[in-house]
C-alpha cells in the first residue's frame, strides 16, 4: 500500500516539528514524492537543525525544486507538494506555523482559530525561482489542541445528497467533537468519514493528525 500523504515528526530538547504532508499525484507517482520530502525534510530539520517553520519551506522548495527539474521527463510524473509545518517550543509555550498550501486549525476553549496558507506549494517553479512564505506565531495552553489535515477529508463525495464535506463543514466537526477524549474523538471522525463515504469511490488519500498540549 503506497500513498501521496504522510506526516513527519521530530523532536529534540524542549523543540519538535511536526507536518502533514500531500503529496502530487495517486499511487507509485504520489509514494515518490512521498519518499523524496521525507529525506528532504530529514535533511533540512535534523541534518541542518534548523526549526523555523518558514525556513523549512523556503529550503524545501529549493530542494524540491532542484529534484523535479532534475527528474522532468515524461515518464516520471512527480509536481510537488502541499504541507504545514509546526514548531512547538515547550519552554515558551509558543507555536510556529507555515503553510505551503496546507491546512490547519487551533481550538481553544473559547475560540477558534483557522490556520491560513500561503497560496503556493513546494515544488514548481516561478520567475524569481524563490518562494516566500508567512510565519505565524501563537502562544498556547494546556488542553489546546491543533489539527492538521489535508484536502481527501474535505473534498470527499458522499453523504445523503452524493456531495462534498467542504472545510468549513469539516472544521465544525472538529470544533463540535474537540470537547471529547482524544481516543474517542478519533473513533468518532473515523465513523462519520466511513459513514460519509458508504458506497462512494474514495477519491483521495486522507490524513488527519490532532495534537494536545
Known sequence: IVSGDFYWLYAKDDHTVLSVVDCTGHGVPGALMAMAGNEHLSNVVVKDSCFNPKEILEELDQSVSRLLKKRNTSHVMMDGMDLSVVHVDKVNQVLEYSSAQGHGVLIR????IILSPDKHSIGGFTESGFKTFTLQKYSYSQGDRLYLFS??????????????LLR????????ESSKMTMQNQFAHLD???TDWLGDNVQIDDVSLVGVEF
Open 168 to 175: 468549513r463543514n469539516f472544521i465544525n466537526l472538529l470544533v
Open 191 to 193: 465513523y462519520f468519514f
Open 109 to 112: 476553549a473559547d475560540e477558534t
Open 151 to 164: 484536502d481527501g477529508i474535505y473534498d470527499q463525495f458522499g453523504g445523503p445528497k452524493g456531495k462534498k
